[in-house]
């Protein structure tokens, strides 16, 4: 594919995506009432009712948009949760804290003492110490498959206990895309769940209609979009695992706060064309990363070098902007580490999906219990900002030529 047809691939779906995201979950204006384009923002814990029959009847709606107490929601919550699920394609939306509180809270639903928890290698790293350090504590067992692992392989994988399969595609560091219709099968074939941590792909990837059974998003990243909310959701495709899940998350206390959730909203309306810009400038830096004599590989699911690159081409309609460069095997990681602190108009720092391009070594950063093929040399991940691209090649430049020289 050449360039120009790349760039088009990696932004199209948030083309098609623009005029949902301006209208999902407003209220438009009908007959002679006016009202505000966004929601205004209502702060409160407690509720009060007319009588207490009134009160006993809002508690047996807590699985609609219903006011019953703070702590179970707030009407921007209910917005944001009716617009994710509208985007993602869901039944039902549980808005979350966190990103980690998203991931933890369908473990918590779907998982009882004794069930076996069947993860990808390459999933969410605290996701991962959520389920070493608390699941098993109450008796759940965890064990992991390699991300490229075959249908065969995962079958032999599974269990009679078996409850939940769950897997991030692409991985958030070593970016490999994953056979979602592949993996539902062997859930379902085993009476599971497969629970797909999407953060990467909203919007670009329908995680329901490839035969996920819960999404997972960390809204912190592309929907808020600023670096200023920590934020998550998790989406259900069918009313009982609805039931299930909302249940666990008022019994749990998740909830999120009225301004982290308009935060987001807002963020919403923008997403598209942000990241219709920020695809363009990662595949531009992508491929011009392909061309240095420094790069082994680049782990970009657009671009055939990264692992799974078939499973995005057929499964997506476009590409977000973070994506994964693996170093020659003979430049240290000390080297890299260098390269990495002469960088100008990179941060340094945890997460992504905002406006501001950032850097982060991924070589001893993340746990890995079997062989990753994306690890031959030292790596590091990139997220690409709305900077100017021309701006962001140039100063990667400077920092793969001082590599080269043995500077830094």
């Known amino acids: 594919m050449d ?3 790349l760039r088009h691939a990696v932004s199209r779906g948030w083309r098609e995506m623009a005029s949902l995201a301006v209208r999902v979950a407003r209220d438009l204006p009908q007959g002679g009432q006016g009202v505000f384009v966004n929601p205004p923002v209502a702060r409160g814990s407690t509720v009060l009712f007319s009588s207490l029959e009134a009160m006993e009847e809002a508690g047996r709606k807590r699985y609609d948009d219903e006011l019953i107490y703070g702590a179970m929601g707030t009407p921007l919550q209910y917005r944001l949760e009716q617009a994710i699920a509208t985007i993602e394609g869901a039944a039902h939306t549980q808005i979350a804290p966190s990103g980690l509180a998203a991931c933890m809270l369908p473990l918590l639903a779907f998982l009882d003492a004794g069930s076996h928890c069947l993860m ?4 969410y790293g605290p996701t991962r110490r959520f389920a070493e350090k608390v699941l098993r504590r109450f008796g759940v067992d965890i064990s992991y498959f390699p991300p490229c692992a075959s249908e065969e392989d995962l079958r032999r994988m599974c269990r009679a206990e078996t409850g939940v399969i769950l897997t991030e595609s692409p991985g958030s560091h070593s970016f490999e895309v994953q056979d979602i219709p592949m993996l539902a099968r062997v859930a379902h074939g085993h009476g599971a769940r497969l629970i797909v941590d999407n953060t990467w792909g909203i919007g670009i990837f329908q995680p329901f209609r490839h035969g996920a059974d819960i999404s997972i998003q960390a809204l912190t990243k592309y929907p808020a979009g600023h670096a ?3 934020i998550g959701a998790v989406s259900v495709g069918n009313e009982a695992d609805w039931r299930l899940l909302r249940d666990t998350a008022i019994q749990s206390g998740q909830v999120a ?3 982290d959730c308009a935060l987001t909203l807002r963020g919403i309306r923008t997403l598209p064309v942000r990241q ?3 695809s363009q400038s990662a595949i531009d830096v992508a491929v011009w990363l392909q061309s240095r004599p420094e ?9 055939p070098s990264c692992p799974g690159h078939t499973f995005w081409k057929r499964d997506f309609s476009g590409a977000s902007s973070l994506f994964g460069v693996v170093l020659r095997p003979q430049f240290t990681l000390a080297q890299m580490e260098r390269m990495i602190d002469s960088l100008r108009m990179f941060g340094i720092g945890a997460s992504w999906g905002g406006y501001e391009s950032l850097v ?5 950063g993340i746990t890995r219990s079997c062989d990753s093929v994306t690890q031959a040399g030292p790596t590091f991940r990139i997220h690409i900002g709305l900077e100017e691209t021309q701006d962001l090649i140039v100063d990667l430049a400077q920092g793969l030529d001082g590599l080269a020289k043995g500077e830094g």
Not at 360 to 364: G, W
């Open 3 to 5: 360039h120009e047809n």
């Open 120 to 123: 990808s290698d390459s999933v």
């Open 228 to 230: 200023d909310t920590v």
């Open 257 to 259: 706060g009225p301004d």
């Open 276 to 278: 219709e810009r920020q």
């Open 295 to 303: 790069v082994s590989r680049v782990l970009h699911p657009a671009l």
């Open 360 to 364: 982060l070594p991924t070589t001893r």
